[in-house]
């Protein structure tokens, strides 16, 4: 119902909910993304325009929920995706599957990001980070997924969850929700 408006478009409507609910909105976490020259990225996702605007659509989309999730409220987070390598690769030297992607050791996701975390002016934290994760074939959550970015919203979930996520009292960890 809601899935083609406007990224700016939902943010207003979820402020005018927010409000109406009586919710200060200087009280949430606030999660800012930017793609820094994605035609440039080195994966040929980004290369198209199509099949780029879709994937930046997915994971602005993604990276708001996360900070909305594990970012404290009060703080602000700006994100700059930097370049991104999906996991796989196209199936290039098989002329039949040339828009499949094959999935190897050799091809995990990559991403390299710029964030900057802030409270009441003050920079908490302030980093350049390339995440990825090698062993990205072995989850057994993301094997049973359909959804075409599976392996990249897991690692972006496990970055998120040991940067940002607040220790419980108990020192427990935070537990782990399932990446959508």
Do not use: C
């Not at 999935?103 to 409270?119: K, S």
């Not at 959804?147 to 782990?176: C, M, Q, T």
Request: charged fraction near 25%.
């Amino acid at each position: 119902m809601f899935r083609n408006i406007p990224t700016g478009v939902a943010a207003v409507l979820v402020s005018f909910w927010a409000v109406g609910l009586g919710m200060p909105m200087s009280a949430r976490a606030d999660t800012e993304v930017r793609f820094v020259a994605p035609q440039h990225f080195a994966d040929q996702e980004f290369k198209r325009s199509a099949s780029r605007a879709e994937a930046i659509a997915v994971f602005e989309r993604f990276l708001v929920e996360l900070g909305d999730r594990y970012v404290r409220k009060g703080q602000s987070l700006v994100i700059e995706v930097l370049d991104v390598q999906l996991a796989g690769d196209y199936a290039s030297w098989w002329s039949v599957m040339n828009d499949v992607r094959v999935l190897t050791d050799a091809t995990p996701p990559r991403l390299n990001l710029h964030y900057t975390l802030r409270e009441n002016g003050q920079i908490l934290a302030e980093a350049r980070e390339s995440i990825t994760d090698a062993n990205y074939l072995t989850n057994p959550a993301a094997r049973a997924s359909v959804d075409p970015y599976i392996h990249e919203k897991v690692l972006l979930e496990s970055w998120f969850r040991k940067r940002f996520a607040a220790p419980r009292a108990n020192g427990a960890a935070p537990r782990i929700g399932r990446a959508s």
